[in-house]
């Protein structure tokens, strides 16, 4: 059970970093789960970060 949980979470990030990657608005998260919420917010905010600092372009 917790690894089906790990996963799910790991992917609402990795959807998350690629939506702030691909330049999506934060507002546009699909998840209603608050932890689902948080971790697609989570990496969001870390593909922005990267790309601000020139990781991506």
Known sequence: MRRQKRDRLGRAHSNGYQAGLNGK?????????????????????????????GLFK
Do not use: H, M
């Open 25 to 53: 608005s934060r507002d546009n998260c699909p998840y209603q789960s608050i932890d689902a919420k948080s971790e697609w917010l989570g990496g969001w905010r870390a593909a922005v970060n990267d790309r601000n600092t």
